[in-house]
């Protein structure tokens, strides 16, 4: 492989807007290499770029990657919302992990209620349905509620038993929401689950795209 044609895989790698582009044949080689030349200062002509371009297209092992992640995705068996949700994050010390088994005997899972933690170095977060939310926030009444997230709609992706062992299934769908501009409150797998935290009022943008991505229009 040429250093140019190193040159030009690197620039396409580093830019999701280009390869999304390329992935949807929505944007002509020629600009793009005239593009890449002009943004990088490449010291070649627009033909070796465009070369470079299409070998991508057709080698690159990376876009392989992606590509095969993007196909599994596509036989996703469904897309489940669930809406009004809060996120409470409270200090990690000893009190507040007595106290999650109280949290724990709050929820009612027989009526679909939510409970999701998450601990991390400094914090325990909860995530759960609006209409707990009191109760939880009086339990922790004396323990320190470092900050509480609200208006959030949760997205299950039913993802099908392949993207178990398929890597790239968290880049594609995270980089397809992120090139239309929805900023991801949170994400959680449980196996084969895929779940995306988002804003409420992101919920049916977020929806349409994944629905999209995922293809679910067998049933």
């Known amino acids: 492989m040429t250093s140019i044609t190193k040159q030009i895989w690197k620039e396409i790698e580093?830019?999701?807007?280009?390869?999304?582009?390329?992935?949807?044949?929505?944007?002509?080689?020629k600009n793009l290499?005239?593009?890449?030349i002009k943004k990088k200062k490449?010291?070649?002509?627009?033909?070796?770029?465009?070369?470079?371009?299409?070998?991508?297209n057709e080698e690159s092992p990376l876009e392989k990657k992606f590509e095969t992640a993007r196909k599994v995705i596509s036989i996703s068996e469904d897309i489940r919302v669930t809406s009004n949700i809060v996120s409470i994050a409270v200090e990690k010390n000893k009190k507040a992990q007595e106290l999650l088994q109280k949290v724990v005997n709050i929820i009612d899972y027989e009526k679909g209620e939510l409970l999701l933690v998450i601990q991390g170095e400094q914090a325990i977060k909860l995530i759960i349905n609006e209409k707990n939310r009191a109760k939880v926030e009086k339990l922790f009444s004396q323990n320190t509620?470092?900050?509480?997230?609200?208006?959030?709609?949760?997205?299950?992706i039913q993802l099908s038993k392949e993207a178990v062992h398929t890597p790239g299934i968290l880049a594609v769908l995270s980089t397809e929401l992120m090139i239309h501009?929805?900023?991801?409150?949170?994400?959680?797998?449980?196996?084969?689950?895929?779940?995306?935290f988002v804003k409420q009022k992101d919920v049916v943008r977020s929806y349409d795209i994944l629905f999209r991505l995922c293809r679910i229009n067998k049933k």
């Open 14 to 29: 580093e830019d999701v807007i280009i390869r999304n582009a390329l992935e949807k044949k929505i944007i002509s080689m």
């Open 33 to 36: 290499a005239v593009h890449l």
């Open 42 to 56: 490449i010291a070649a002509n627009t033909d070796a770029v465009i070369s470079a371009i299409r070998r991508y």
């Open 145 to 156: 509620i470092i900050l509480i997230e609200q208006n959030i709609a949760l997205l299950n």
């Open 181 to 196: 501009d929805i900023n991801v409150v949170e994400t959680m797998s449980c196996v084969p689950e895929m779940l995306f």
